[in-house]
């Protein structure tokens, strides 16, 4: 069965430093996501892509975060400059065209900001 | 108003007993409506979509109430595999597919 597959699983890094987190969508997906968890909370929607364009973020996807689709097969998250309130689990999803709505997420990748 | 709203549980059912999990939503304009499970620091997994005319699959079965904005997950037969995070979660808007994510209800099935 077809998965989302993230890298690495977990994340250390330095307050001020730049991260990438890195995701390969199921691959006849054409709608990618990336979600966020807070340990102890829910799971936050951050932002979706289509088409090579963001479609829809939230208030959270801030100038510190950017997506990128760059080949065929991957989708990344960068977050520029790390605070400590962006350690959290960090989820990437993918979707079918416009009938399925269905997300199936990836592993997550956990990221601790120290 | 929280969007999604879920009893945070726990829930502990002896093996073999069905429990019924509800969750409310507050945007009327919601259009599709899942549950995922989530086990302790995994990825959601989807368990099943919500149908208006509700829908079974083994085990499983949810129920759409649009009218009280309210969905519900019945589990029958609960195995120890079943222990798990139930998540409710919600399609918003027409043409936007950000989904929104209850807090999640705690289910712990006991030999």
């Known amino acids: 069965e077809p998965e989302v597959t993230q890298t690495p699983s977990h994340q250390v890094t330095q307050m001020g430093q730049e991260v990438i987190l890195r995701c390969v969508p199921i691959s006849n997906h054409l709608y990618f996501y990336w979600y966020r968890q807070i340990l102890g909370q829910k799971v936050e929607f951050l932002v979706s892509?289509?088409?090579?364009?963001?479609?829809?973020k939230s208030e959270i996807f801030d100038d510190q975060f950017s997506v990128e689709r760059p080949d065929g097969s991957n989708f990344t998250l960068k977050i520029r400059s790390t605070k400590l309130e962006d350690s959290a689990m960090y989820f990437c999803?993918?979707?079918?065209?416009?009938?399925?709505?269905?997300?199936?997420f990836g592993p997550g990748t956990r990221l601790t900001v120290t | 108003r929280k969007e999604v709203e879920q009893d945070p549980g726990p829930f502990n059912v002896p093996e073999g007993a069905t429990v019924a999990f509800n969750c409310t939503y507050s945007?009327?304009?919601?259009?599709?409506f899942f549950w995922y499970r989530q086990d302790c620091r995994k990825e959601p997994k989807l368990l099943m979509s919500?149908?208006?005319s509700g829908n079974e699959d083994g085990r499983f079965t949810a129920q759409l109430n649009r009218a009280s904005q309210y969905i519900s997950l019945l589990i029958r037969d609960s195995k120890l595999s079943d222990s798990a995070t139930y998540l409710c979660v919600v399609n918003d808007l027409t043409g936007r597919r950000a989904l929104t994510f209850g807090s999640g209800t705690r289910l712990q099935v006991q030999p």
């Open positions: 919500v149908y208006s």
């Open positions: 945007n009327s304009a919601s259009q599709s």
């Open positions: 892509f289509y088409n090579n364009e963001i479609s829809e």
């Open positions: 999803a993918s979707s079918e065209g416009q009938g399925g709505r269905e997300q199936y």
